[in-house]
């Protein structure tokens, strides 16, 4: 089982809708984890932290389940702007380092 | 200010060719990572420097990859005789922390075809 798991998708959806993508990850002693957004051939770029008791910024809404070791993104009010695809990440204390999810493919079409 | 910069953007090799990958980070940052990214899929680590000490390369797939930072600031990712399955996109990223480095920031990466 790989350490974090994504729904490659491609997730399809119209301008205006809502939509959530998650993440499960395998390392229960995992503490950090982050969502970072990565357009075509372009570099990762940090769009998230998840924080234990949810984060909200604008549109976006991450969460942390814990129990059920995965993370969530919600995307409300989605923009043909947001299509890209979405890394999850988790950070591995003891190893220094950030373990990626193979990514999520989001398409908004208008 | 600048961001982390990486060079060639792009490099086409021939089978069995040595290859060299900047990257130079942000200035001041002291931890700096080489991440390879396969179509496809999410970065995946290869090697982390601390200033100029090699902390951890555990990710790099085999005795053919060799990185260094022989002056805390940029650093050059080889690979020798390189095969088909090198070909991926390799990203580099720097953060400003020794620890909790997971605030990093990302390089724009070299696509390295291998034919």
């Known amino acids: 089982r790989k350490e974090v798991e994504q729904d490659p998708g491609p997730f399809n959806v119209p301008e205006g809708a809502t939509v959530a993508f998650n993440c499960t990850y395998s390392?229960?002693?995992?503490?950090?984890f982050f969502w970072y957004r990565q357009d075509c051939r372009k570099e990762p770029k940090l769009l998230m932290s998840?924080?234990?008791s949810g984060n909200e910024d604008g549109r976006f809404t991450a969460q942390l389940n814990r129990a059920s070791q995965y993370i969530s993104l919600l995307i409300r009010d989605s923009k043909l702007s947001d299509s890209a695809t979405y890394l999850c990440?988790?950070?591995?204390?003891?190893?220094?380092?950030?373990?990626f999810g193979a990514g999520t493919i989001l398409r908004v079409k208008s | 200010g600048a961001g982390v910069s990486q060079s060639p953007r792009y490099k086409v090799a021939k089978r069995g060719q040595d290859v060299a990958l900047r990257c130079d980070p942000i200035?001041?940052?002291?931890?700096l990572f080489w991440y390879q990214q396969a179509l496809g899929q999410g970065p995946e680590f290869l090697t982390y420097?601390?200033?100029?000490?090699?902390?951890?390369k555990s990710g790099l797939p085999s005795d053919r990859f060799f990185a260094e930072r022989p002056e805390g600031s940029v650093s050059t990712l080889k690979i020798q005789r390189t095969q088909q399955e090198d070909s991926a996109v390799y990203l580099c990223?720097?953060?400003?922390?020794?620890?909790?480095?997971?605030?990093?920031?990302f390089g724009p990466g070299t696509r390295l075809t291998v034919t």
């Open positions: 990223a720097s953060s400003r922390w020794r620890t909790q480095t997971y605030e990093q920031y």
């Open positions: 390392n229960s002693a995992s503490q950090s």
């Open positions: 998840v924080y234990s």
């Open positions: 990440a988790v950070w591995e204390e003891y190893g220094n380092k950030l373990v």
């Open positions: 200035s001041g940052h002291v931890s």
């Open positions: 420097f601390q200033n100029e000490a090699q902390l951890d």
